[in-house]
């Protein structure tokens, strides 16, 4: 093998030669899993959202057709996986969002997202870990630091879920810059 590269819910493996049949294949891929990487558990992490910070939120549940409060209780019903990381350091795709949260991306994305602003598009929700361009409809904060790229603090890695909480501004205030 040459190379692996992950993508959304593949692995692209390139070699130098064929593998033979997909049962070698399949065969070689068993082989290189450590029983630890097989049984792996999935680390859990629970986020603090302070939904009423949230830039579009009401505009996205009116253009959804939905209250407010609607939206906010689809958002946390369930927990999502980090499907991968990218965009910028930390920045953590998480799935699959209820398909009554289904919204494009702003047709003109903003120029600067504040750090924790926590946002929604497609099928996806994210939290953005540090001040970035992006054109995703903006649904609330969190508090929480989760990027700190000199001290090479990324808590928050593919395979992960999370799952989401809310919390009012006073408390967002209270937890405001702490870790994850």
Same mark, same amino acid.
């Given at each position: 093998m040459i190379e692996a590269v992950a993508s959304y819910e593949t692995v692209g493996l390139y070699f130098s030669e064929p593998p033979g049949s997909l049962a070698d294949l399949d065969e070689w891929v068993r082989l290189q899993c450590s029983p630890e990487i097989r049984n792996h558990p999935v680390r859990k992490h629970r986020l603090p959202v302070c939904y009423e910070l949230g830039e579009d939120l009401e505009s !996205?549940?009116?253009?959804?057709? %939905?209250?407010?409060? =609607?939206?906010?209780?689809?958002?946390?019903?369930?927990?999502?996986?980090?499907?991968?990381?990218?965009? !910028?350091?930390?920045?953590?795709? %998480?799935?699959?969002? =209820?398909a009554r949260l289904d919204l494009p991306r702003l047709s003109s994305p903003r120029k600067r997202v504040e750090p924790g602003s926590v946002g929604i598009t497609g099928r996806q929700t994210a939290v953005y870990p540090s001040a970035t361009p992006g054109g995703w409809n903006l649904i609330g904060r969190c508090p929480l630091q989760l990027v700190e790229a000199s001290e090479e603090y990324f808590p928050i890695e593919a395979g992960d879920e999370v799952e989401f909480y809310r919390i009012d501004d006073t408390e967002f205030e209270r937890l405001k810059g702490g870790r994850l």
């Open positions: !996205s549940a009116e253009r959804l057709g %939905l209250s407010v409060e =609607d939206l906010i209780g689809l958002h946390m019903k369930c927990a999502y996986r980090c499907y991968a990381v990218g965009f !910028s350091p930390g920045f953590a795709y %998480l799935g699959y969002l =209820d």
